[in-house]
Every structure is written in C-alpha cells, then in structure tokens.
C-alpha cells in the first residue's frame, strides 16, 4: 500500500474514533439532565462512569420538576419570594443535612410587621440603613437614624452585622442577593408589612426515598451555581 492510503485510513479511523467518542458524551448528557447541559457537564467531568449518580440525578430533576419548580423555577433560580437554590446563599444552611430537614419538614418565616412597632418614620429611616449596608445608594442622615432603629429592633433575629441567623431563616441584609427585592419602595414594603414565606412541607406529600434524592439534587444544583 502507498504511504498515500495508509495515511488516509489512519484519518479515516481517528476521525471515526472522534466521532464516536463524541455521539457517546452527546448521548450521556442526554440521559443525564435532559437539556441541562450546563450541570451534565460538570457531572461527565466529576463523576465519570457512576451510572447510579447520573440515574439519581435525572430522577431528581423530574422530581423537582414535578414538585418544586412551581415556586422555584424550572432550573431552580428561584423567583421573588422564592429563593434561589442554584446559589451559595442559603436563609436555612445549604449542608445537605439542612437541605433535608428543609425539605421534610418545612418553614415557616417570621419576618414581623414594624409599622405598628416603630412608625412610619422609622420604617423609611431603617430601609435607608439597610441599603446602606447592602451598599446601595441611600440617605445618610436617615441611615444614621435607621441604624439606632435596627440596633433596637432588627439586631435579634438579622444580626448586630445585619449578616443574618440561619435558625430563624433571617436573611443576611449586607449582600445584593434579595429575596423580596433590593429596590427601596420594596425593602419598605417589607419592613413596614412583613413577610412570611412559607416552604411546604414533603413528608405528607412524598415518599422518604424521594424526599432523599430531591435533598441531593438541590445539593448538586448548589454546587454547580456560580456564587
Ligand atoms: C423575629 C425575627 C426578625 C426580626 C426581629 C426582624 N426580621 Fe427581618 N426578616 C426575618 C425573616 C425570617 C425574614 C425572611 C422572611 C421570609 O423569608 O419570608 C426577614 C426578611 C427581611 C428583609 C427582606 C430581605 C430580602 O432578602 O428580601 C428585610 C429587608 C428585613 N427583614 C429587614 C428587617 C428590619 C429592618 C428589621 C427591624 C426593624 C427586621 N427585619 C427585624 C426575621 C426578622
Ligand atoms: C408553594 C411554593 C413552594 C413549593 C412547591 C416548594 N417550595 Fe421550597 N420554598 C418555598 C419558599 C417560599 C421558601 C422560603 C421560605 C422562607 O421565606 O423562609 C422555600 C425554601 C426552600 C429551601 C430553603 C432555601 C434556603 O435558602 O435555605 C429549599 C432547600 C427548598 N425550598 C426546596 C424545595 C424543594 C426541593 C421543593 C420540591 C419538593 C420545594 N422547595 C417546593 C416555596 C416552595
């Protein structure tokens, strides 16, 4: 044979091999996640040939499908009044032992109404304090009252860094992540009426080993979100 052909069937069979390799990872991530080529990708790369993974997680996603993403979305992103499970910011701990509990049981927040408490004056002046440590645009000679305002009554459950308290879902009120809205008309809003987000409890509803895969598949979308 020339060196002609062999150098051509060499081609012929790489570029075979190629293409094989190729349809196979196409048709994984498909069994994976369906469209979610995103979080199929991390799964090829981390957890190569654990097919009991894979299967845990499709199923996962067709129970959060079915279950959750009403309230959260469809790719769990969440909506306002919803939270985001994709990130790393979590108003009940994102451990998967939490993320259980969350899930079995259920939550209830108790973000008071304050108008009632404190005046409308001071809801106004708290809300530019918020946005202050939030590092939004904000009044300061407001905000300087506000704080005096969320030392005395927001402290307990936000925290005296304003951080917030996993065990009463208080969000953490520094960062840019909002569970009602960063806008001011909102954050009054929310200060001068409350809030209460109810998260429905599971265990009436679906079977433990169900509850079980939801927990690890929650867990999985949060460690593929970026922040
Ligand atoms: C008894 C505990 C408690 C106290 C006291 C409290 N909060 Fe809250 N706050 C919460 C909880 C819980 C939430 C979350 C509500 C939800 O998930 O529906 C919340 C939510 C918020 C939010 C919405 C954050 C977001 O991401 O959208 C703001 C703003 C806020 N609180 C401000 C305040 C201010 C200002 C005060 C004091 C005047 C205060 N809170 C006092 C428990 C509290
Ligand atoms: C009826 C709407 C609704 C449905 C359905 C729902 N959730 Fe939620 N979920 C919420 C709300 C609202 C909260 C936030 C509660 C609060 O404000 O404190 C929440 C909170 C959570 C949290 C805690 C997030 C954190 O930051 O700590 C997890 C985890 C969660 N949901 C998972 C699920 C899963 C899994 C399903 C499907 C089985 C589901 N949810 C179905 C409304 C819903």
Redesign the pocket.
């Known amino acids: 044979m020339s060196t002609f052909w062999s150098l051509w069937i060499i081609i012929l069979t790489s570029t075979n091999l190629v293409l094989l390799f190729w349809i196979l990872m196409a048709n994984r991530k498909k069994a994976v996640k369906g469209e979610e080529t995103k979080e199929a990708q991390t799964t090829g790369h981390v957890y190569d040939g654990i097919e009991e993974y894979d299967n845990a997680l499709k199923m996962g996603f067709r129970l959060f499908a079915n279950n959750c993403a009403i309230c959260h979305g469809a790719d769990g992103g969440g909506n306002p009044g919803f939270p985001n499970l994709t990130d790393k910011d979590w108003?009940y701990g994102g451990t998967p032992e939490k993320i259980l509990e969350t899930i079995t049981h259920g939550r209830k927040?108790?973000?008071?109404a304050?108008v009632g408490v404190?005046g409308e004056e001071s809801v106004v002046d708290?809300a530019e304090y918020?946005l202050q440590i939030s590092g939004g645009e904000h009044d300061a000679a407001k905000a300087e009252k506000g704080a005096k305002?969320?030392a005395a009554?927001?402290v307990?459950?936000?925290g005296a860094d304003g951080k917030g308290n996993q065990a009463?879902?208080?969000?953490n009120?520094t960062d840019k992540t909002?569970?009602?809205?960063g806008k001011p008309a909102t954050?009054r809003q929310?200060?001068r009426d409350g809030?209460?987000?109810v998260m429905p409890a599971q265990q009436e509803l679906l079977k433990e080993d169900r509850i079980h895969l939801l927990a690890a598949y929650v867990y999985s979308l949060s460690l593929e979100g970026s922040n």
């Open positions: 108003l927040a108790a973000m008071p304050w404190i708290v918020v305002v969320f009554n927001c307990a459950c936000h009463v879902g208080a969000p009120l909002w569970l009602y809205g954050i929310t200060i809030r209460n987000g």
